[in-house]
C-alpha cells in the first residue's frame, strides 16, 4: 500500500479550503447595461444593468454586493448597490442558485454632472464566503454619458416669456334699459311713467349719442312688451300687442326728438309666465313653492291660473305684490362706445401722456414694431401706474428677450411684489427659475401660472428638465424655439424637429449645435460638420463640448479640424 505523509494530507487540506474560499471572476460579457452609453435625463444618469451569475459561480454560502460606478476626470459617483447571496445564507439578500446560475436586473442612477460627458461605468463587489472578504476584481461594463438634455438651460435663450395683456377694446358694447309699468288691462303710458329714473336715463343716453357720433354708436333698440298671466288669453294677447306700440311709438318719438335713425325691434308676449315665475322664486311669499310646483305641473295656461286662483289667500298676495310688475314694456338700447385708435393713443400719448388710460398705454406698447419704444412706453406706464403689475412683467420680458437677464430678474421682482399670483408673473418667474436650474422652485412658480399666453411652453420646458421628454415634446408641439427643438430630438421625433429648425427666429449658436446633433443622429455628416462650424463660429466654447460629445462619437475624423 502506497504511503501518504501527513506533510502531504495537509497540504490538501489547505488546497481544497483555498479553492472553497473563492469566487470566480466576472466579465463584461456577465453584464447589459441600458442604455450604452449612458444618457442624462433630468439631472440624473439612470441605468438598467442585467447581471448573469454563470452556473456554479455563487458559492452556497456566499453574499456578494454589486456596486455600480460611474468614474470620471477628476472623480467618481458611487450608486447603491444590489445584494445577492448563495441558497444557504439567511439574510434578505435576492438568492443565486448555485448550479443553474441565475440572471437579476439593478438599476442604478447618478447626479449628472457634465465632466461625465467622457466617463467609465464599473462594477465593484464587497464579497464573501461565510465571515472572510473574498476580492473580486472590478469590471468595466459601460461608456459615456449622452449629455443633451443638459443643453437645455442653454436652449432657454429663445424660450418665449410670458406677456401680461392689455385688456384695451376699442369698440365695448353698451346696453341702457328702462322699462315703463302699465295699469291693469291699460296700454296708455302715464304721465308719471314718463318721469321714471329709467326713462330719464335712457332719453339722456340717446342724446348723448347723438351729441358724440364719433365715440358713441347707436345700434338697435329693442322694445318688449308685456301682459300678465291672468284673464283671457285672447284679452291679453291683444292688451300685450298695444303696449307694445304705444312703448314702440314713445321709442320713435325720443329718435325723432334726436334726429336719429336706428332699428327698433318689436315684440310682445301675451302672457309672461317666465317672468311670472321668477318673480315668485325670488319673493317670500309663504307658499311660494306651492306655487312654481303648479307651474311645473301644469303646462296648459287657463289650468295654471285657474289652480293658482283655488289659493284665495295666495292669489291676493301674488294680485298685490307679483302681478303689477309684469305689466310692461322693456326698453333696451344697444350701442357701442368707440375708443381711439392706435394712431389716436399714439398721438396722445406724445403729446401728454397723463391723459392716456393704463389700457390705452399698454395697448400701445405691445403694438411698437421696436423694443426699445416698447420698453418706454412699459415704463412711463409703471410711473403714471405704480401699482399695475402688468408693465413690470412686460418689462421683464424685454429684458430676458434681449438677453439682459439682470435687469430681467429686477423687474421680475419689482412685479413680484405687486402681485406674485399674476398667472404671467408665476410663469416668467418659472422661466427664470428653470434657466438657472431650480427645478423645484419653477415647478412651485408655474403652479400659478395657468392662463398665460406661454403656459403650455413653459409646461413643456419644465417636462424636459424633468426628463418627460414625449410630454415635453407635446407641450412644445407648434413652438419654433431652440428648446422645442431640443424635445423633439430627445424624444427622437426627427421629422418634427427638422420642421421646428427651419422656422425658429433669432437662431442662435446652439440653434446650430442642435442642428449638428439632429444630422448626426440621421447619418448626415455634412449636416454634422456645418452645424458645428456655425456653432463653434459664434461660440468658440462649444468646440470644448464637442470634442466631448458622443453625439459625434462616429464622426470624429470628419470634424477633427473644428474641436482641436
Known sequence: ????????????????????SKLGTLSSDNFVVTPTPLEAQGGQVPAVISITFPEKYMKKKAEVTVIPVLTYEGGEAVAAGSTFRGEKVETNATVVRYKEGDVHTMRASFPYTEAMMRSD???????????????????????????????????????????????????????????????????????????????????????????????????????????????????????????????????????????????????????????????????????KEVILRVLSMYQDPAEREQQIRNMSVVYDELAKGILPELRRARLIATYNVIGRTLEQIEEQYAADPRQLSIEEILY??????????????????????????????????????????????????????????????????????????????????????????????????????????????????????????LAQILNKDYASAATTLSKIQNADAYTSYLSAILAARQGNASGVVSGLQSAIQQEPALAQRAARDLEFAQFAEQIAGLIR
Not at 2 to 20: D, E, N, P, Q, Y
Not at 165 to 188: G, K, T
Not at 279 to 284: G, I, Y
Open 1 to 20: 500500500m502506497r504511503k501518504i505523509s501527513l506533510f502531504t494530507l495537509a497540504a490538501a487540506g489547505v488546497l481544497v479550503m483555498t479553492s472553497c
Open 121 to 287: 461605468l464599473v462594477m465593484r463587489f464587497d464579497a464573501r464566503i461565510g465571515t472572510k472578504s473574498v476580492k473580486i476584481p472590478e469590471v468595466k461594463v459601460g461608456y459615456g454619458v449622452v449629455a443633451t438634455s443638459d443643453l437645455l438651460s442653454k436652449t432657454l435663450a429663445t424660450a418665449n416669456p410670458a406677456l401680461a395683456p392689455d385688456a384695451y377694446q376699442r369698440i365695448i358694447e353698451q346696453r341702457q334699459e328702462a322699462q315703463i309699468m302699465y295699469l291693469v288691462n291699460q296700454a296708455n303710458i302715464r304721465a308719471s311713467e314718463l318721469k321714471t329714473t329709467s326713462i330719464s336715463d335712457f332719453a339722456t343716453i340717446l342724446r348723448e349719442i347723438n351729441d358724440n357720433q364719433e365715440t358713441l354708436q347707436l345700434q338697435n333698440i329693442e322694445v318688449s312688451a308685456y301682459a300678465s298671466p291672468e284673464g283671457r288669453f285672447d284679452f291679453n294677447e291683444r292688451l300685450a300687442e298695444r303696449r307694445q306700440n304705444s312703448s314702440a311709438g314713445f321709442v320713435n318719438e325720443q329718435l325723432r326728438r334726436n334726429r336719429m335713425k336706428a332699428d327698433v325691434v318689436t315684440r310682445f308676449t301675451a302672457e309672461d309666465w317666465d317672468g311670472f315665475q321668477l318673480l315668485v322664486s325670488q319673493s317670500d311669499i309663504q307658499d
Open 364 to 485: 400701445g406698447a405691445a403694438n411698437q414694431q421696436d423694443a426699445a419704444k416698447s420698453k418706454a412706453w412699459y415704463v412711463t406706464a409703471t410711473q403714471l401706474f405704480p401699482q399695475d403689475v402688468r408693465a413690470y412683467n412686460n418689462l421683464a420680458n424685454i429684458a430676458y428677450r434681449s438677453g439682459d437677464a439682470q435687469a430681467a430678474s429686477a423687474f421680475m421682482a419689482q412685479a413680484k411684489s405687486i402681485d406674485s399670483d399674476n398667472n404671467a408673473v408665476a410663469t416668467n418667474e418659472a422661466l427664470m427659475a428653470l434657466a438657472q436650474g431650480n427645478v423645484a422652485a419653477a415647478e412651485a412658480a408655474l403652479a400659478r401660472g395657468a392662463g398665460a399666453d406661454t403656459y403650455n411652453e413653459m409646461l413643456g420646458n419644465l417636462n424636459l428638465a424633468k426628463g418627460n421628454f414625449a410630454a415635453a415634446a407635446s407641450n412644445l408641439a407648434g413652438v419654433n424655439t431652440n428648446t422645442a427643438l
